[in-house]
């Protein structure tokens, strides 16, 4: 099958090129960049060097939709949002990793994003969360994949809500993240010098990714689930760890959230279970598709702590976007993503 | 003044000499280390060299008193009490900077540390948080330096059970460290390789910091408060970030919070509140002895954020002591402690 | 085909399980530690979880000989030796990842390493370097893995010497190492804290790889080479950048060395030169069993520059032992190997 | 003493303010930055919160020099050249930390940087390392503060070549440095997670600081000296270690060569020499003025190593500069530097 990947020189773009070209069943046919067009792949990313013959080009969507059976997106968002229309107008089906059709509601995008000029296609994009919506993302022609945040938010949160098992006020969601999430533009903040040796919050209780959790967990829930979500920048390249606090509804122990987890996401191939009472480190997970769990009760204060780990790149993003790729082709849902994790 | 140190060859004993041989009042007359005893201090730090001409010994502590005018212990816990109370009863006053005497109950430590043979010190030992206990240090002859994790989260929370705005259940800390609080003794877990590039929890809910948070913040506050305490290890040196969430009683917003801190530490030498609605970073305290802070008011939830950045090794061990000693001996309380912070 | 792995509980165990578990060719059928004896292989390493179930054992030769049909070893030096020959006259073939054979000569090795009680061995066991001895690994029944730091600076060095280009006395070699290097035991001056945020060289002129490395270039060259080897430690997890300079005989330029380097590893599957002029980084090699090479010639002083980028965990031990494992057993050389560089 | 800084906003501005607000001789009247004009210097680094009360204006060279009795210059190179020939004329001693006024050679300067538009001043400024020219540094109304390589470079190399022990041609001048030697502009090579977890070289045998190295070391030389230096860039906030290799005439020891380093430098302050045959880390001066020294010699190549390691914003810059402005203000010259390095 023929890959087009538009936007492909930032890091999400990399690590769909990485994995892709590893996927026996694809081949990438075009891929598109303004800052680079012209030049090869691994002149961009030297990483690459050897492995793939790809020269960049810029964005013509005719070329694209002439050129590939399946686009993938990675625009910065209010940019991606027009040529996801070109291209499903072309009647191709569509990877967006960008945010511009994760949000239903056009009024809650344009509060955290800006203007939306194709509010028609909100309605029909599935949001690419496979452990939720996996049978809607194999017929889907638009799938939105999620955001780094939310993934492992969701993951974390999503069985306890779905099990009615939460307070719907008060979850707080403290994520602390690598810096490969703030993408591969010029930019002072992100210097080595102002990240290295240090740490910090950054946009608390104010972050556009709260919004994204809230209506995937109010809609599992059935009611408006509040998330108060203070996301930390954390000195390393890759991996999200989301520290999930949520207060009962009733009584519970370890064992019995335990057993939530276990029965909801038996079946998953990229979910693991660490043993009960044990945590997740991102470090075990780098350079892979998994997201690992862990779950503790605290009898005293009638609080579960829940933490998840991803790797932002992959689970939190382009690999998720493959996964969502083969189960819309229906190839295995795990070709491609069998890499196991890099460690140390 | 002659100063004696106990423990010099760990992180916080190296802490202690480099901020003691520029203190224009003290000088350090003995320091001991079993491990090390009979090398120069420069032998087992070489930042040291050509700053202090000092030669590590086995612990005596006739010696000890003998020397000194005043003692800092910088021992494991259990192995501190008795050194502590052999100093004492040589006459001379300690700074003890294990956990030995942070507990008032003895069944308390006894849970969390081991068996305590100086019970009757406890209630003499004063918690040596120069912001709540200024007063009762400058008579102490044992102060009792609180742990890295507790100065964080106790001076962002204080103000807030002072002023009864708290709800007593349910208080989150979220705590994010560097390696340095594990201390400089041969390790697998602290490796190099086994933290770079990771992020994880550790003792979730189980560590035994949350016991004296909980001690100073509910005598603060006259009721039982519990703290559910979250640490994890980050990959930098040094630093603690502590993200407090607490649920409001009654209603609050920023400014109202923000006026409490300001009230609460206008005449505070070390502490610095971030403007109204930002957030500090451990990359600007690094190298003093401040501790800075931020806070915000989330009005959906009815939840305040409060978050502190330390330096573990200076405001969360070191240079509290000798802000302790300032006290104790009525030197200027920021003598020795000028240091601006490092950054980057 | 069965594979034994004899110490699976360092990084390079942790590195072949990860490698081998992926290849479609063998299956690890028995792996061993003295240390955790009895642990399933993802309690040591929780980046392995759901990957392959396998438990560690104490070393029974006897049973990874009934077990395997290939065998890894993985012993630190001095404790390789006499397994490796057990498993030898048990009718094995062995790939050593310890120093054991890697020296000729008894009497240098033991210079360096202390007594060798197989010295037998010695004359037998072949090099692994494939891009030198492909055509011996292949009929060897013992492939004494190269050391990483001469991996790094004998793929730079080789093409020069074996081109006669290189003045023997007074070639540099100043390499720069990831910590993975040093292995994973309780260590004081691994710990995070006395590498973060630092840089240092050691074993000036004095590290045991030097006399393996020249020892191969001196076979390359006809006569004797010195080699001035100075390792430095640098905080990261992987990578070593191996920057060589040699004094040239005659006359040469970028461009004509350059041209040696394309003639001498123009089939070489894992050898990626940068374009002309440029230079490597290991992270580009990171996660994969490349070694990246780019050198210059400096006119002024007569000199060239070469340098080599690999990831010193792979193609600086696991990884080329799974590729003289590859060469040994007839199957593709890249077999189990494919995995692109992981970036950033 | 009245202190004005020009260019007040990059990391050697930042460590200028840091240093010069606890010097007990003068005052910072007045700094500089057009990019934040109208700033506190406390918003734009949030670590001399409290510490003092600047704000930064747009440069008017005769508001600085009315203010200041004393300028530091922290301007690119290019852009310094002719404010400080205004400053100059306006009566006012300089300490300019561009490379404007390094180089005596006009040519030399252009070919290496750009049109030098007042040649006239080359040879009035004085070299700033206070080792070699501090009599000349008393005087001068000019100081040209030296490259931060080029000060671990000259203080390694110097006492050799003054001692005539060495060859002239085929000095390897092999650097190691962290990430702020590049500065606090948007970038993306700086980017965090594009040097992180890596290593590499860059500018080799072209970097601009080769040709300042040269010109002092072969005036103490009397003839040409070559310097072959490439320099790397490594994931640290500060730090250089120089590892340079030279040829010997004659014959030496570690011995002989430490007694020339010994004799050299056993009055200078900021030289600390490593016990014999044992080498610097950056670690053990970060935070510092020092420079710390390690050598020995390889007897089988005729070789000498020499080591030295500073932190590239204070001797290699901004602590060098206030050095050189004590000893032209008669200052004791240690004051203001006596901070003790950081560690870990």
Not at 97 to 104: C, I, T
Not at 297 to 303: K, P, Y
Request: glycine content about 8%; overall charge negative.
């Amino acid at each position: 099958m023929k890959v087009g990947i538009i936007g492909a020189s930032g890091y999400t773009g990399q690590e769909l090129v990485r994995i892709l070209a590893n996927h026996p069943k694809v081949e990438i046919t075009v891929a598109t960049s303004e800052r680079f067009a012209g030049s090869a792949i691994d002149e961009i990313f030297p990483s690459l060097k050897g492995v793939i013959d790809l020269r960049l080009s810029k964005l013509s969507v005719q070329q694209v939709v002439r050129e590939s059976d399946i686009i993938f997106t990675a625009l910065p968002h209010g940019e991606s949002m027009e040529v996801v229309a070109a291209c499903m107008k072309g009647g191709k089906r569509v990877v967006d990793l960008s945010a511009d059709f994760r949000l239903k509601n056009k009024d809650l995008y344009e509060r955290w994003y800006g203007t939306h000029t194709c509010p028609d296609l909100l309605s029909e994009a599935i949001y690419g969360l496979p452990e939720i919506y996996r049978a809607e993302v194999k017929k889907a022609q638009l799938v939105a994949n999620p955001g780094c945040y939310p993934t492992g938010a969701i993951l974390a949160l999503a069985p306890l809500v779905e099990a009615a098992m939460v307070a719907p006020l008060g979850i707080v969601v403290d994520a602390k993240s690598g810096v490969s999430g703030a993408g591969r533009n010029p930019s002072m903040t992100n210097l080595f010098c102002e990240v290295a040796e240090g740490l910090k919050a950054y946009a608390v209780a104010q972050h556009r990714h709260a919004p994204e959790m809230e209506q995937e967990l109010s809609a599992r829930a059935g009611e408006h689930i509040h998330i108060l979500f203070v996301p930390h920048l954390i000195p390393i390249n890759r991996g999200i760890l989301s520290t999930c606090y949520v207060r009962v509804v009733g009584e519970t122990s370890t064992e019995q959230a335990y057993a939530v987890y276990q029965g909801r996401y038996e079946d998953e191939p990229f979910i693991r279970l660490c043993p009960s009472g044990t945590f997740p480190s991102t470090a075990a997970v780098r350079g892979s598709n998994y997201c690992d769990l862990g779950v503790l009760a605290d009898d005293r204060s009638g609080q579960l702590i829940v933490i998840t780990a991803i790797d932002n790149l992959i689970k939190g993003a382009s690999g998720q976007a493959v996964q969502n790729m083969n189960i819309m082709c229906g190839f295995p849902e795990t070709m491609g993503l069998e890499q196991i994790p890099l460690a140390p």
